[in-house]
């Protein structure tokens, strides 16, 4: 059984050549090792490679998701943020701003429960809510305050050159012209502050005159007949023609120039604003004996020329 198949002997018959026929075909050939070996290695490689291939899909299938639900995050993130941003814009107070007409006055109540009259073409400007620590309210013009105390939170006027902080207190504010401003006290304490960082107390029935960042002055006044303008009535007790002018062109609005040879004109009387400007410079001009003239959308008021 373990002889090869060459050393094998077939007779001559017809059966024996069909035999040796048969066992020629069946003959395994010869082997190339080489060529096996290189198949082999090849199929090896092949399979590392899937294999490589199938991790790599059961990484993907595990990292895929997750970067997808970062990037998802990432977009409502986004999506949020800017709605986040507009609620708390929408929860700070709102700031209401006050300007009154020309030749008129307008009272306000301030959320505190402090009240302020604010004269003729004057802007004012408070949150509806008083929030931190301070309460803060901005003009440009004039304001009568009476400020309800509170010595934890102080009260604190903002105006383009200097402010203004309180406890609790009466007292004006005017800033029309930054040139020539100035605060006067009727009752309590106030603190002045410039840009400068400059400080100055003052006290009932004083006033503090300010001109840009600097203090001029400060001088004593009747505080019954400095208000009184708030009601409509210009007490003259020996007022300048020039300081009265100045204040009227703050009121209409107007500039009103007055002759030098009469700017420093004294005048008794009272004198009614809450009539028309024209109305009201007449009996102006009455009271200093001058007399009224309209040039270049300016009025002017010269010395009575007799004739």
């Not at 941003?85 to 030749?103: D, E, F, L, Y």
Request: net charge positive; proline share 3%.
């Amino acid at each position: 059984m373990n002889k090869k198949i060459d050393d094998i002997k077939f007779g001559s018959t017809n059966d024996e050549m069909v035999l040796e026929d048969f066992v020629l075909r069946s003959e395994p050939k010869a082997m190339n090792e080489t060529n096996i070996l290189q198949r082999t290695y090849a199929k090896i490689s092949m399979e590392r490679r899937h294999l490589h291939k199938r991790r790599l899909l059961r990484v993907a299938a595990v990292v895929v998701p997750l970067l997808l639900c970062a990037f998802w995050s990432g977009l409502v993130w986004m999506e949020r943020t800017p709605k986040s941003v507009q609620q708390v814009a929408i929860a700070a107070p709102i700031i209401r701003q006050i300007v009154v007409g020309r030749n008129d006055t307008m009272h306000v109540t301030l959320p505190d429960g402090s009240r302020v009259i604010a004269n003729s073409r004057t802007q004012l400007s408070y949150p509806t809510v008083f929030r931190g620590h301070t309460r803060d309210v901005s003009i440009k013009g004039e304001g009568y305050f009476e400020v309800v105390h509170n010595a934890q939170r102080p009260f604190i006027i903002h105006t383009d050159h200097f402010n203004v902080k309180v406890l609790g207190t009466k007292f004006s504010v005017d800033n029309y012209d930054n040139r020539s401003a100035g605060v006067t006290l009727l009752e309590g304490l106030v603190e002045v502050e410039t840009r400068n960082n400059d400080r100055v107390r003052i006290h009932p029935n004083e006033r503090l005159n300010i001109s840009g960042e600097q203090f001029v002055s400060r001088e004593q006044v009747s505080p019954t007949d400095y208000f009184a303008h708030l009601q409509g009535i210009l007490n003259l007790n020996g007022n300048e023609l020039g300081d009265v002018a100045s204040r009227l062109t703050n009121y209409f609005g107007q500039k009103i120039v007055v002759d030098r040879s009469l700017q420093h004109q004294r005048l008794y009387g009272k004198l009614i604003i809450r009539d028309s400007i024209s109305t009201v410079l007449s009996n102006l001009a009455t009271i200093a004996d001058a007399r009224m003239q309209i040039n270049d959308n300016q009025i002017h008021l010269k010395r009575r020329v007799n004739g």
